[in-house]
């Protein structure tokens, strides 16, 4: 399926986790917030570049970026919307609530290197067992930025103890899509307490031989809106991004 | 000579060209502008990653960086004063000039893989010449991003024929100090009509056997700055870097 006719589907109402969809193409997290945010945030991102690397940012007001084309308010799979921090509704469609003076960032999502870790023998539990990724806020604080202050989000993925060498290898190369993992083992030196219980997503197995490996995440933005409690903001739903016409390719490193 | 002592006897007034000094740290750009164009020129670097790699920036009114243990407007070398787009006035002080609602950015240099380019066998001319590196306005425009435009600027060394493959290797690593070149050999395909009359910094030789090896440059924002006459800015002299605590290492990819 291509990036085009993914994006068709999620217009038209399909609302799913976009993990395993249009293998070679990079997904993003959305974040969309009012103007006077808009520094703010792309300094936050800035000091935070493992959690929230940014692909693309579309002017105030603008509903299009230029890695995708499409309509951000329709082409994702769902939304949350967010009101003085607190998650107001998810929604498939997010034409009624989005605004003028919104500037919208496209975050790297780590989906986009999954095909090449299967590619290279590291098995992805979530696509395996059809779910969502599973996601924790972590005790990690981010590097705080004008308004915005909050914790780190991580992705985790059990991964059998041989080949956590070779996911952190080829992970490595695409650090515009959160890069080499964060934390590999002990979920509790993340202050995750219960690891069958994630925060955003679906649990996952973790089989004996099995490492727990953990990503920073482009939910992070999102636990920062819950932290900071700015007046309004959009984020995609976690798990649902947005699937862009970029190559993988393009954020890989030698 | 560690940074610190570098930093102090600019502080005291010793006005040079930064290359060659303090090896194995991370040199940087400077650029301050009012908050209200922060977001503007934060987004404009984004767009513009190979010229203005971010490393860092303060708080408004800050004038103190976290790679940096210093005062961004006494501790470098030399400093260009922006009003309306026009060179108002160079100064080896920028207190007086600094206002409260400046955010300052800095940026990487290409000075911080020199000492890596000599580690390989590269030659680098400025640095043998004692000279300031050539710097050049090309035809090529920057992605234009709210208020802010202009032209990519280029640092250019001469690199013998056979040694190019080796420049491009060595500096391909240094992503977050401008990276691998963006362009190789011919000076007229940037737009350069007289190679022998940079429009910053000073000429140097280019000789039998060696090839013209062009690198985005940090002063970039200065020429968008010209470009798009902000009401204010203040950047450091060309070649007058900031010089930082931060090794060079920090910013070397595998």
Redesign the interface.
Same mark, same amino acid.
């Given at each position: 399926m291509s990036p085009r006719e993914a994006r068709a589907l999620f217009r038209a109402g399909l609302r799913v986790p976009t993990s395993g969809y249009c293998a070679g193409h990079t997904q993003a997290n959305l974040i969309a917030l009012p103007?006077e945010l808009?520094?703010d945030f +792309? +300094?936050f991102a800035?000091?935070n570049p493992k959690s929230c690397p /940014?692909l693309d /940012?579309a002017?105030e007001g603008e509903t299009r970026a230029s890695i995708l084309d499409g309509d951000l308010r329709t082409d994702l799979p769902a939304y949350r919307i967010y009101r003085h921090g607190e998650l107001a509704a998810e929604v498939g469609d997010a034409r009624e609530h989005w605004r003028d003076d919104l500037v919208a960032f496209l975050v790297g999502c780590s989906f986009t290197f999954e095909g090449a870790l299967l590619d290279s023998g590291v098995p992805v539990r979530h696509i395996e067992s059809g779910s969502n990724v599973p996601m924790y806020r972590t005790s990690r604080q981010c590097r705080p930025a004008?308004r915005l202050s909050g914790p780190l989000v991580v992705s985790m993925r059990p991964v059998p103890a041989e080949r956590v060498p070779e996911a952190v290898r080829v992970t490595?190369r695409y650090?515009a899509v959160h890069g080499a993992p964060v934390h590999v083992g002990d979920p509790a030196a993340l202050g995750i307490t219960d690891i069958g219980r994630p925060d955003f997503g679906e649990p996952v197995d973790i089989r004996d031989g099995e490492t727990p490996v953990f990503w920073a995440c482009g939910v992070t933005p999102q636990a920062a809106v819950m932290a900071s409690a700015p007046e309004f903001a959009i984020g995609h739903a976690p798990g649902h991004m947005a699937v862009t016409d970029a190559r993988d390719t393009a954020h890989q490193?030698?």
């Open positions: 103007r808009a520094f +792309l +300094l800035q000091r /940014v /940012v002017e004008g490595s650090p490193i030698p």
